[in-house]
């Protein structure tokens, strides 16, 4: 057959995934999805979480600023998702901020002022009670939406006023965990998630949704540091009294793989909830173009002669000796940092639909790279807020749907290779229901500006949906489609 004339198309959504299956034969292409049961789950769309892992250490005082300056642009792009008020906001977004210093046990900050030499004049007003608070972007009563987003941006910049007087074996990585476990600190923002220490979705399905963490949300997690991360565990036996232990004891640290599987637990499709980005110093490249790692001597004397403005250290097979040296600087802004691998290598895992850092092949073949040493942090944040509105969108199907074609006689076949990339083979539909008051009707009911994402393995069918337009953040998104069942009646997997 010549399928020249269809297109495949893909979706951007919120979701009820439904799917079924029986023991029935095969019958005409247009009775499938009424001659098979169907189950559903269901999710609200287009809710944003966002975590910053920001470091308070002595060094952090200009990263931190230029955070803050990147403010505008961030806001600029998740204030234009947002749109509307009340019911017809497209994009909600919470965001909560936390730091890498293990005292603070990743306990959301509030807005006040830490009164210390990292905080500029502009911040003095800032006003609050110190406790934890997740900020979302709303309008006052009689606010225009400018004046609204320029508050907004203030807050912001509040909550991520951090200051310089945390400890100097940042624990970005641990933090993270800590701020977002039922045991922990803001367990009382989404304990009805909880179980003990367990979080499930399932547990709050019904009622209100916690202030963060939410159940339908996208999670994004941004970590800003100007060092390395040192996690590790209560028994690890690692050094603290000198920083540079973090770098030659690196065995001692708690796996990052340990971090990706905690996140993952935490929501029901991970392949489209969960974003990570580091913002961080760049990996450091032996003459062999392998990452850098030190190691120690007696003495620890600096050793190895490297040069952070390339990045390049000369040693050999990627093994220095002495104490780890700075991998980038910026005189302007009067700011270097060490290579933060951990952080960089913890956003890898999640590939590069959900991690943003710097992969290792673009820094070992010299392309640009998000970097804490940058005059403008504006790209890394326009990055994290694109791929939160992304994420948002797009929904896994937990199983393989059934393709189908009729042929010469009007009877329904399986797909071939060819047929199989077009959506309008797989008889699916996708159904917008919004909350009231509609306003715009258009983004609701049956929808078809949607496109089909295939060979998506990190999704349980293989496949994944996006909508082309958003609908109103609660609006509930329903996938109908038909599984293929085998003579058991489970679902076969192509």
Not at 91 to 113: E, K, M, Q, Y
Not at 179 to 207: I, M, P, V
Not at 355 to 373: L, V
Request: hydrophobic share 35%; charged share 25%.
């Amino acid at each position: 057959m010549n399928w020249s004339g269809l297109r495949p198309r893909v979706v951007s959504l919120m979701v009820v995934v439904v799917v079924g299956c029986n023991n029935h034969p095969v019958e005409r292409l247009d009775k499938t999805i009424d001659a098979i049961g169907h189950v559903s789950t269901q999710r609200k769309l287009n809710q944003i979480d966002i975590l910053f892992v920001v470091d308070n250490s002595g060094s952090m005082c200009q990263a931190q600023q230029r955070l803050r300056d990147a403010f505008d642009a961030f806001a600029d792009q998740l204030w234009s998702a947002v749109g509307g008020a009340g019911n017809n906001r497209q994009i909600d977004v919470h965001i909560a901020v936390t730091t890498t210093d293990p005292s603070n046990a990743g306990a959301f900050l509030g807005r006040t002022n830490r009164a210390d030499d990292c905080s500029p004049p502009d911040l003095a007003d800032c006003v609050g009670s110190g406790e934890a608070e997740v900020l979302k972007p709303k309008e006052e009563e009689g606010e225009g939406a400018g004046s609204a987003q320029a508050r907004w941006i203030s807050e912001l910049s509040c909550l991520t006023a951090v200051g310089s007087s945390g400890d100097s074996i940042e624990q970005g990585l641990e933090m993270m965990r800590q701020a977002l476990s039922c045991g922990g600190a803001n367990s009382a923002l989404f304990g009805r998630c909880c179980e003990g220490e367990k979080y499930d979705t399932r547990f709050c399905a019904d009622g209100p949704a916690p202030e963060f963490l939410r159940p339908d949300a996208t999670l994004m997690v941004v970590f800003v540091s100007d060092e390395n991360d040192c996690s590790h565990g209560a028994g690890s036996g690692l050094d603290t009294s000198d920083a540079d232990a973090c770098e030659w004891e690196r065995d001692k640290l708690t796996p990052t793989a340990e971090y990706r599987e905690f996140l993952l637990a935490l929501k029901a499709d991970p392949a489209n909830q969960i974003g990570v980005a580091a913002l961080v110093g760049p990996r450091s490249f032996a003459p062999e173009r392998v990452p850098v790692f030190f190691d120690y001597t007696p003495g620890a004397p600096t050793g190895t002669e490297c040069d952070p403005a390339t990045g390049s250290c000369a040693c050999e097979a990627g093994i220095c000796l002495g104490r780890p040296q700075k991998t980038c600087v910026s005189a302007e802004r009067d700011t270097t940092a060490d290579a933060g691998w951990r952080y960089l290598e913890f956003a890898e895992m999640f590939g590069e639909k959900q991690g943003i850092g710097c992969p290792i092949e673009a820094e070992r073949g010299d392309e640009a790279c998000n970097s804490i040493c940058e005059d403008r942090f504006d790209g890394l944040l326009q990055q994290v807020a694109e791929l939160s509105l992304d994420l948002g969108r797009t929904f896994c199907l937990d199983r393989a749907p059934r393709c189908q074609v009729l042929d010469a006689g009007q009877e329904p076949q399986p797909c071939d290779a060819d047929a199989r990339q077009y959506a309008e083979h797989y008889g699916i539909t996708v159904r917008v229901d919004c909350p009231p008051p509609v306003v715009d009707d258009s983004a609701c009911g049956l929808r078809d500006d949607w496109e089909l994402l295939l060979e998506r393995g990190d999704c349980g069918g293989g496949v994944a949906i996006r909508l082309e337009r958003t609908a109103p953040a609660e609006a509930l998104v329903t996938i109908d489609y038909a599984v293929e069942v085998g003579r058991d009646g489970e679902s076969v997997q192509r």
